[in-house]
């Protein structure tokens, strides 16, 4: 079993920026982000696997940064230029499970953090 705990969420004007983070309390093969806004379905916005490979939804990238710290199993979202369409709770997820790094990755999850974009 994994825990993850996120941190970092908040509120940001348009065109500011966050850092999320998560921790994991063991070891994992791949971690992610997905996010979910009030009303819609939760999507996937951005993954990396623990030899470093990085995807990214075409929504955020150019804007988003994914990053891990192995020593701490740790992974970071860092958002910038955000627009009023990332206000969303982000959920940190993971897998233990090899070749598994996209959308199929949530076996464990976060609590959540809200991030909300205003004008």
């Known amino acids: 079993q994994v825990q993850l705990v996120e941190s970092g969420g908040g509120s940001v004007q348009a065109g500011g920026s966050l850092r999320l983070s998560c921790a994991a309390s063991g070891y994992t093969y791949c971690m992610g982000w997905f996010r979910q806004a009030a009303g819609k379905q939760r999507e996937w916005v951005s993954s990396?696997?623990?030899?470093?490979?990085?995807s990214y939804a075409s929504s955020v990238k150019g804007r988003f940064t994914i990053s891990k710290d192995k020593a701490k199993d740790t992974v970071y979202l860092q958002m910038d230029s955000l627009k009023l369409e990332d206000t969303a709770m982000y959920y940190c997820a993971a897998t233990r499970r090899w070749g598994v790094c996209d959308r199929s990755l949530g076996d464990y999850w976060g609590q959540g953090t809200q991030v909300t974009v205003s004008s």
């Open positions: 990396i696997r623990t030899d470093g490979y990085i």
